[in-house]
């Protein structure tokens, strides 16, 4: 843990006032700490003496971590007045954690944004770029064949995606290995998280100790660690090469992610992007979500998980087609792919781009899709 021996010692003034005058001189700098002196009215001085002596031995920096664990351990060991207060130190210090956080994180991921970009086009050399053509004409030429088969998908349409994705993608190690300034920027912010996570740490031990407590935590750092490793691939996927209007509609998309109002899937979200992702990749435009074509694929899973089928043709009345299914549901389609057994987004694509048929359907030049499930049960529709 980083402590701040000027800023902690005036986070213990106050715990010390509350041993001097309980209840009085605490209320009136924070109520909620009224119970810290309460709690101390029938203790000895000596007793809150010594809680004060090692709270403020705790701004020591030079303090080793097993001193550091001892003094924790003899802070506890004070009953409830000493699991508040470390509680109320550890709440303290893991706000000021958090803003130091979210300042590294910001600079972080800017950096790290343009940092991608950059590698991804240093990749990008003339021979780079004459072999993407090539490997691309593969695909394209195989995606028009009549006889397209689950065999020459395997065969000739994978090795040359890889090959395309070898030059044009990136991850976030590649990224910081690229970057000098990225990847300092990233061991900062690996250190705010390392100390965020401690006083995180801490403060639980403290509560653990205060049943009923009111204190709750301010950050939690695993669901931030993924926070940032989700953006780390969301701005990969940006710096791909493609066009203004993909990237406007790979925006939108994600505005509609997050829309409260449409409270899509996250698979939803998941789904179309490794499409759209692999359809910039083969040089053909991205998809737009219709939240509407959406609706009538969730539908679709719905009412084949509910009715025991799985077929493209509906028994239930006004929803016979797929074009009639997504009237109903007020927009317009027409093509369609359907799967089961599958248990996220990520998987049906995969199982359908091995179908020729539905090979087909995902690198047509369609404008808009929708995608919806039921338990297992999948629905993609093209518009």
């Keep these: 843990m980083n402590f701040h021996p000027r800023k902690t010692a005036a986070l213990l003034g106050l715990c010390a006032l509350s041993f001097c005058e309980p ?98 086009a240093a990749r990008q050399t003339r021979e780079a770029l004459a072999e993407i053509k090539a490997q691309r004409a593969i695909v394209w030429k195989l995606q028009s064949a009549a006889e397209l088969s689950k065999r020459a998908i395997h065969d000739q349409s994978d090795p040359a995606v890889l090959a395309i994705r070898v030059v044009l993608e990136v991850d976030a190690q590649a990224v910081r290995e690229h970057s000098v300034p ?75 992610e997050a829309s409260r109002e449409l409270k899509l899937d996250p698979e939803v979200g998941l789904g179309v992007l490794d499409l759209n992702r692999l359809r910039i990749l083969l040089g053909t435009h991205a998809l737009q979500i219709d939240p509407k074509l959406c609706d009538a694929a969730e539908g679709h899973s719905e009412d084949m998980q509910r009715l025991g089928f799985f077929a493209h043709e509906s028994p239930v009345e006004g929803k016979r087609t797929p074009g009639d299914r997504a009237a109903k549901a007020g927009t317009s389609g027409g093509a369609e792919n359907i799967a089961r057994g599958h248990r996220t987004a990520k998987s049906a694509n995969q199982g359908w781009w091995y179908s020729p048929g539905h090979h087909k359907n995902m690198l047509a030049g369609h404008a808009r899709i929708g995608l919806g499930r039921r338990d297992d049960f999948w629905t993609q529709m093209f518009g």
């Design 182 to 256: 990225c990847a300092k920027a990233h061991a900062e912010w690996e250190q705010e998280l390392a100390a965020a996570r401690e006083w995180q740490d801490l403060q639980q031990r403290a509560l653990a100790a205060l049943p009923g407590s009111d204190f709750e935590p301010r950050i939690e750092t695993q669901a931030r660690e993924e926070a940032v490793q989700a953006e780390e691939s969301w701005l990969c996927t940006l710096a791909l090469p493609m066009s203004a209007g993909d990237r406007r509609v790979l925006l939108d998309n994600r505005a509609m």
């Design 23 to 120: 209840g009085r001189a605490v209320a009136a700098r924070c109520p909620k700490a009224c119970t810290i002196g309460t709690s101390l009215k029938a203790a000895p001085d000596e007793k809150g003496r010594e809680l004060s002596e090692l709270l403020a031995r705790m701004a020591n920096p030079r303090l080793t971590a097993l001193e550091r664990e001892q003094l924790i351990t003899q802070i506890l060991n004070c009953g409830e007045s000493g699991a508040r207060a470390l509680a109320k130190l550890a709440t303290r210090e893991l706000e000021r954690s958090h803003k130091a956080l979210d300042s590294a994180q910001q600079h972080y991921l800017e950096g790290f944004e343009k940092a991608a970009v950059k590698l991804v």
